[in-house]
DNA sequence: TTAACATTCAAACGTTCGTTTGAATCCTTA
DNA sequence: TAAGGATTCAAACGAACGTTTGAATGTTAA
C-alpha cells in the first residue's frame, strides 16, 4: 500500500526540496502551504519539520543549496580569468559575464529545476521580508565583494559612489530578467523561445549592462562631487 | 465614546488605502492580514469587505488609484515633449526620463505615501500572483504602448526586437531601483541619504539607461537576424 | 534475532485567516 | 421630527494554516 517502494530511500529531503523550489515560485512563500508542498513531494506532512525543522528553515535550505555553488563557481570563474590575464585589469565585459553567466545558464536548466529557482531568486530581492533579503545578501556577500574589487581595477577613473550605483543598476537589471523569465511581459514583441536562450540572453544583456556601466558622467553628479 | 469625531466623515476608503499601502510595502499581500490593516487604518474588521469587497479588490483599487494618474502624466509630459518638438523625433534621453521621472519623483513623497507604494510598485512586476501582474500589465499598456512608439521615432536604426529587449533591461532596472529604495543593498558604499533624492536618482539612472538603450549591437545579433 | 536508531504516518493541536451576519449608529432628506 | 439609506460595529462562521505528538514502520549493526 506504500509508495515508498517507487521512491529512492533517503531522498525525501531533496523531493521536498525540489518541490518548494517550483512551489515557492509558483506560489511565493507565505502563497504555499506544507500540505499542498509536502504532497507534491510524496512525503508526510510532518516531514519538513522533521528534516529542516520549520517551513523557514526550509526556505532558507532551498536558497543555500542552489546559491551557494552558484556564487562559487563565479568567484572560481573570475581567478581563472585573473590568473589567465597575468596582472593585467581584466575588462569590464568579462567581469559582467563571469557575474551573469552563472545565472543565466540556469534558466536553460528545466530537468534538475534551476528554471524556477532562478526566477524564485530574481524575485526575492525585494521580498517583503527582511530576514529573507538579508539571507541572500549575506550568502552574495563574498561574490560581490570580489566583483567589486575587480570592477575597481577594470574602471580605475570611475568615482566609487558612481560605480557602487552602477552596479546597483546592473544587479537590478539582471534580477529582473531573471524574475520576468516566463512571466507576463509588459512590453509585446520578443520571441518566446528567445526567452530561454542563454547564450542569446546573455550576449543581449551583457551588451546593455557594459554600455551603462560605462556610460558617461553626467554634470549633476561632478556638481555634487564639488 | 466613538472615535468617529476625530475623524474626516467618508474618508475611511481613503485610510484603508493609505494603510494598506503601506502594510503591503512592509509584510506583502498575504503577509498583510485584515485585522492588522484595518486597525491601522482606524476602521472595523468588516470595513474593506464593505467598502471593496474583498481582499483582492482593495489589492486592485490600491494599484489603481496611484497607477492611473500615474501613467495619465507619463503620456502627457510625452505629448508636450512631441508638441514642443514640432515635428522631429524626440531624443532618446528626453523619451527616457519623461517615463522614469514619474515614478522617481513620487520616492519623496513621504507625507502621502508616495513611498510606499513606488516600492510596492517595483516589487509586484514580478509578483507570484499571476492576476496581480496582470493587472499591472494591463494598467500599464496605454502608457507602453506609446513610449515603445516614441522611442521607434527617435531610434529609427534599431532593430525592433532588440529595442523590445532593452526596453525590458530598462524597464527592469526601473522596477528593481524603486523596489530597493530603503531596503537593505546588495552592495554596500552609498550613501543612504542619495537615495531619496529623486533629481540625483534620475540623472543617474538616465545616464545608464540612455547608454544601455544605444549600446552596439553585438555580432550575436546579427547571426540571429541572418 | 534483537536492540537502537531513523524515518514515516495519521491525527490532532491551537491559532489565524477572509468573510458574513444582523443589529446599532450615523447622516441626509423630506 | 421622522424616515431611509449609508456606514459602523461586535460577534461569529468555517476553513486553512504551521506545528506537535506518539505510535507504527523502516533500517542498521551487534
Given at each position: 500500500?506504500?509508495?515508498?517502494?517507487?521512491?529512492?530511500?533517503?531522498?525525501?529531503?531533496?523531493?521536498?526540496?525540489?518541490?518548494?523550489?517550483?512551489?515557492?515560485?509558483?506560489?511565493?512563500?507565505?502563497?504555499?502551504?506544507?500540505?499542498?508542498?509536502t504532497?507534491?513531494?510524496?512525503?508526510n506532512l510532518a516531514?519538513?519539520?522533521?528534516?529542516?525543522?520549520?517551513?523557514?528553515?526550509?526556505?532558507?535550505?532551498?536558497?543555500?543549496?542552489?546559491?551557494?555553488?552558484?556564487?562559487?563557481?563565479?568567484?572560481?570563474?573570475?581567478?581563472?580569468?585573473?590568473?589567465?590575464?597575468?596582472?593585467?585589469?581584466?575588462?569590464?565585459?568579462?567581469?559582467?559575464?563571469?557575474?551573469?553567466?552563472?545565472?543565466?545558464?540556469?534558466?536553460?536548466?528545466?530537468?534538475?529545476?534551476?528554471?524556477?529557482?532562478?526566477?524564485?531568486?530574481?524575485?526575492?530581492?525585494?521580498?517583503?521580508?527582511?530576514?529573507?533579503?538579508?539571507?541572500?545578501?549575506?550568502?552574495?556577500?563574498?561574490?560581490?565583494?570580489?566583483?567589486?574589487?575587480?570592477?575597481?581595477?577594470?574602471?580605475?577613473?570611475?568615482?566609487?559612489?558612481?560605480?557602487?550605483?552602477?552596479?546597483?543598476?546592473?544587479?537590478?537589471?539582471?534580477?529582473?530578467?531573471?524574475?520576468?523569465?516566463?512571466?507576463?511581459?509588459?512590453?509585446?514583441?520578443?520571441?518566446?523561445?528567445?526567452?530561454?536562450?542563454?547564450?542569446?540572453?546573455?550576449?543581449?544583456?551583457?551588451?546593455?549592462?557594459?554600455?551603462?556601466?560605462?556610460?558617461?558622467?553626467?554634470?549633476?553628479?561632478?556638481?555634487?562631487?564639488?
Amino acid at each position: 500500500m506504500t509508495l515508498r517502494a517507487l521512491k529512492p530511500p533517503h531522498e525525501t529531503r531533496t523531493r521536498i526540496l525540489d518541490a518548494a523550489e517550483e512551489l515557492f515560485m509558483q506560489h511565493g512563500f507565505e502563497g504555499t502551504s506544507m500540505r499542498l508542498l509536502t504532497a507534491k513531494a510524496g512525503a508526510n506532512l510532518a516531514a519538513v519539520n522533521y528534516h529542516f525543522g520549520s517551513k523557514n528553515a526550509l526556505i532558507e535550505a532551498v536558497f543555500r543549496r542552489r546559491l551557494d555553488p552558484m556564487n562559487a563557481a563565479r568567484i572560481a570563474e573570475l581567478e581563472r580569468l585573473e590568473k589567465d590575464a597575468g596582472g593585467r585589469p581584466l575588462t569590464a565585459e568579462a567581469i559582467i559575464r563571469a557575474f551573469i553567466g552563472a545565472s543565466l545558464r540556469m534558466i536553460e536548466d528545466t530537468k534538475s529545476g534551476g528554471r524556477n529557482f532562478i526566477r524564485l531568486l530574481g524575485r526575492t530581492y525585494t521580498d517583503p521580508q527582511k530576514p529573507i533579503r538579508a539571507l541572500i545578501g549575506q550568502l552574495y556577500a563574498p561574490a560581490m565583494e570580489r566583483f567589486k574589487a575587480a570592477f575597481v581595477r577594470a574602471l580605475p577613473q570611475m568615482p566609487a559612489e558612481e560605480l557602487v550605483w552602477r552596479m546597483h543598476f546592473m544587479f537590478g537589471t539582471l534580477a529582473y530578467t531573471l524574475a520576468a523569465t516566463d512571466t507576463v511581459q509588459l512590453i509585446a514583441g520578443c520571441k518566446p523561445e528567445d526567452r530561454y536562450d542563454a547564450r542569446l540572453l546573455e550576449s543581449r544583456l551583457a551588451a546593455f549592462l557594459l554600455a551603462g556601466l560605462r556610460a558617461p558622467l553626467h554634470n549633476i553628479d561632478v556638481k555634487k562631487a564639488a
